[in-house]
C-alpha cells in the first residue's frame, strides 16, 4: 500500500452487545502521521471502537482497515506494526521494567533499543524495581513503553492520562508529542478537553455511539462562526446572545443601553471553545 | 536481547516464554511454597507417622506423587490464570505478536516441568527416605505423568472460566482441590470405604491416577492392568481440554 494511503479507515462501523449498541455508524479517517483524537464522555464507545480497531473485538458491521489490514483477522503482520497502551493493563509483579521490555522486545522484528525507551518513558530510575513495588504513574509510563518498544507505526492510546497528577500529565504529553514529531501515527481516546485540545491534530467528538463533529479541535471550536456576548441585564439576569456579527449586535446592546442610561454589567465577547462546543454538542437534550 | 537471528521465530519465541515463566514462578514465594513444599511437608509428615509400616508407605507415596501433579497444574493454572486475565496480563500480551501458541506453549511447559521436578522428588524420597525401590514400570509412570498432566492441566484452565475474581480464587479451588484429594486419599487407603464413596473416586480423575503411579512406582498392575483407570483420566483431560479451549477469555468480563 501507499504511503499516502490512510493509517486508518472506518466506514459505517457499528458494534452491538445484545440489546444494546454501543456504537452506531461510525466513520473516521485517521491520515499518516497525524494525531487523531476521540473525544467524549465515558460510555460513548471509544473504547468499544479503539478496542475493534486493536482486533480486541469483532464489530457488529462496517468496514476497517488499519494500515492496510482488516483487524479482525488479527494478522501478525499487524500486530507487529502497532502498539497499544490500554486504558488499563497489568503486569506480572515480579517482572522489572527492563526484563519486561527486553521480553516485549523480542516479538518484534525491529525494535527499539532497551534502554532507549526507558528513557523516553522516563523509567530509568525503576528500571530494575519489581513492577509490584511501582507507583501508579510508574505503571503507565510502563504501559507506554511496552507499547513503543517494537517502534509501531500506529500507536493506539486509551484514556493514556486518566488518573495523573498534571506534572505527569504534562510528561505524559511530551512523550506523545515526541511520538508525533518522529512521524508516528496515533489514535488516542480522552474525555479531558484540554488534552484533546493540547494533543490532536484532529478531533471526532463522540456521545453514545455516534460522531458529533469532526475536525481540528481550533475548527470546532470558532469554526462555528459565531460569537457568543454576554452580560448582566437590569434585572440581574445574565444573558447570552449568539451572532454571526458581533459588531452589530455589540452596537445595538450598547445603544439601548446608553439611551436607558443602563451599564452591560459584566459584558464579554467571546468565540466558543472546543469545551463550549463539546458541552453542547454532548448535553443531555 | 533480541537478536537477528530468528529473534521472533515461534520455537524460539516459545523458548523465551517459559524461561520467563520459570523466572516469574521462583520469585513468587507462596507459588513456590505451595508448589513444591507443601506436597513435601506431607510426605515428611506422613512418612513420620507411618514410619516403619511399608505397607502403608507404599501407598502414601503414589498418593503425594498423584497430588502433587494436581497441585501443580490444576491449581497453578487456575490461579495463573485467573490472576493473569483478571489483572489484564493476558490482554496485553494478546494485543502484542506474540503468537498464541508460543505463549501456551511456554506457560504449559512451565506447568509440565514443575509436575516434572515435584515426581522426581516424590520418587526420589520414596527411595532414598521409605525404602520403596525405584519405579517398577518406567513406561507406566511416564504415561500416567503425561495423560494426568494434560487432564489436570486442562482442567485447571477450564475451570478458571468459572473463577469470577481473583480475591475468590482460593475457596473456588480449594472447594475443589481439597474434597477430590480427600476422598481420593480416602478410598485409595481403606478397604472399607463406603459404596457411594468408591464409585465417586473412581469416576473422578485423581484416584485413577494415584493407581496408576501406584502400579509404576511400587509395582502391582503394570499399563495393562490399569488401562480402565487411564482411560477415566483421558475422558476428564477431554472435557477438560473442550472447556479450557471453549471458555477461554483474555480479559475480564465487563459485567
Known sequence: MSDTAPAIDVCGLRKRYGEYEAVRGIDITVRRGEVFGLLGPNGAGKTTTVEILEGYRARTSGEVSVLGYDPADRAIELRRRIGIVLQSGGIYGHITPREALRHWASFYPHPRSVEEVLALAGLQPQADTRSRRLSGGQLRRLDFALALVGDPELIFLDEPTTGFDPEARRAAWETIRSLRALGKTILLTTHYLDEAQALADRVAIIKEGRILAIGPPRELGVGAAHYRVVYRNAGGELVERQTDDATTLLHELTGEALARGERLEELSVGRPTLEDVYLELTADA | ?255
Open chain 2, 1 to 255: 536481547m533480541p537478536d537477528a537471528l530468528g529473534a521472533t521465530n515461534p520455537v524460539a519465541l516459545s523458548w523465551r516464554q517459559y524461561r520467563l515463566e520459570r523466572q516469574m514462578f521462583w520469585r513468587n514465594p507462596s507459588a513456590a511454597f505451595f508448589n513444591f513444599l507443601l506436597p513435601l511437608l506431607f510426605l515428611a509428615g506422613g512418612g513420620a507417622i507411618l514410619s516403619g509400616d511399608q505397607h502403608q508407605l507404599n501407598k502414601l507415596i503414589p498418593a503425594i506423587a498423584a497430588m502433587s501433579i494436581m497441585a501443580t497444574t490444576f491449581t497453578a493454572l487456575a490461579y495463573n490464570v485467573v490472576f493473569l486475565r483478571e489483572r489484564g496480563v493476558l490482554k496485553r500480551i494478546r494485543g502484542t505478536p506474540l503468537p498464541t501458541r508460543s505463549y501456551f506453549a511456554g506457560v504449559a511447559a512451565n506447568a509440565v516441568t514443575n509436575a516434572a521436578l515435584q515426581i522426581a522428588i516424590v520418587v526420589l524420597a520414596g527411595r532414598v527416605l521409605f525404602g520403596i525401590g525405584w519405579p517398577q514400570h518406567v513406561l507406566e509412570l511416564l504415561v500416567f505423568v503425561v495423560v494426568g498432566v494434560v487432564c489436570f492441566a486442562a482442567l485447571g484452565v477450564a475451570f478458571a472460566h468459572v473463577i469470577p475474581n481473583f480475591e475468590s480464587t482460593p475457596a473456588y479451588v480449594n472447594a475443589v482441590f481439597l474434597p477430590v484429594l480427600f476422598i481420593s486419599f480416602y478410598v485409595f487407603d481403606s478397604s472399607s470405604a463406603p459404596g457411594f464413596l468408591r464409585s465417586i473416586a473412581d469416576a473422578l480423575p485423581l484416584k485413577p491416577l494415584i493407581e496408576g503411579l501406584s502400579g509404576a512406582i511400587v509395582g502391582g498392575s503394570d499399563l495393562g492392568g490399569n488401562l480402565d483407570a487411564l482411560a477415566v483420566i483421558a475422558l476428564w483431560g477431554v472435557f477438560g481440554l473442550f472447556f479450557a479451549i471453549r471458555g477461554f477469555s483474555w480479559e475480564q468480563s465487563r459485567t
